[in-house]
């Protein structure tokens, strides 16, 4: 069964930063395009990037174009989110999701459980 | 950027209700649309996708239509789980979701 578990979120002041990770197991991971969403406290969905299957693509939301990094492993099946120069608009559950088809852009049919990222002095 | 835009933002409904949730794109997407549900603390569930098509394990009470740049999430009999937020992501070109539509007791 497809499983995916965030970890690395916390408390960190504005300017710091946090590295998030994703593990995933259960599917071929190397074959899959993976994303990060994010969602602020009692607000909806954002989504905040995306990394294709071999890591050679990779895309943003513009608020975090410059700050954020994704990046994956795919020797351990991981997925990371490197999160420099926090605001405290970035405070929200971050969640991993796998695309449903393998090497294209497509909806997701699996994400993980979240981490909670504060951003706050 | 194609915004998606969700209408209504909150639903109240009856158990046995049918319901009808409308997402509309600011330019033409096809039908790369999904439709999710979200209860709170927890991870969104994929219900549709490519606009109508019924993922795995869904109740048949689910239903999506549309393309270009209307479309719509059809509950046909409102059941007690059904309460929570729903959200269309498009993914044509990059990823965008409306801003959820939650489904309450009325």
């Known amino acids: 069964q497809v499983q995916l578990v965030e970890s690395g979120g916390g408390v960190v002041q504005p300017g710091r930063s946090l590295r998030l990770s994703c593990a995933a197991s259960?599917?071929?991971?190397?074959?899959?395009?993976m994303h990060w969403v994010r969602q602020a406290p009692g607000k909806g969905l954002e989504w905040v990037a995306v990394i294709s299957y071999d890591g050679s693509n990779k895309y943003y939301v513009d608020s975090v174009k410059g700050r954020f990094t994704i990046s994956r492993d795919n020797s351990k099946n991981t997925l990371y989110l490197q999160m420099n120069s926090l605001r405290g608009e970035d405070t929200a559950v971050y969640y991993c999701?796998?695309?449903?088809?393998?090497?294209?852009?497509?909806?997701?049919?699996?994400w993980g459980q979240g981490t909670l990222v504060t951003v706050s002095s | 950027d194609i915004q998606m835009t969700q209408s209504p933002s909150t639903l109240s409904a009856s158990v046995g209700d049918r319901v009808t949730i409308t997402c509309r794109a600011s330019?033409?997407?096809?039908?790369?649309l999904a439709w999710y549900q979200q209860k709170p603390g927890k991870a969104p569930n994929l219900l549709i996708y490519k606009a109508s098509s019924l993922e795995s394990g869904v109740p048949s009470r689910f239903s999506g239509s549309g393309s270009g740049t209307e479309f719509t999430l059809t509950i046909s009999s409102l059941q007690p789980d059904d309460f929570a937020t729903y959200y269309c992501q498009q993914y044509n070109s990059y990823w965008t979701f409306g801003q959820g539509t939650k489904v309450e007791i009325k």
């Open positions: 330019q033409t997407i096809s039908s790369w």
């Open positions: 259960g599917f071929t991971f190397s074959d899959y395009g």
């Open positions: 999701a796998k695309e449903q088809q393998p090497r294209g852009s497509w909806n997701y049919d699996y």
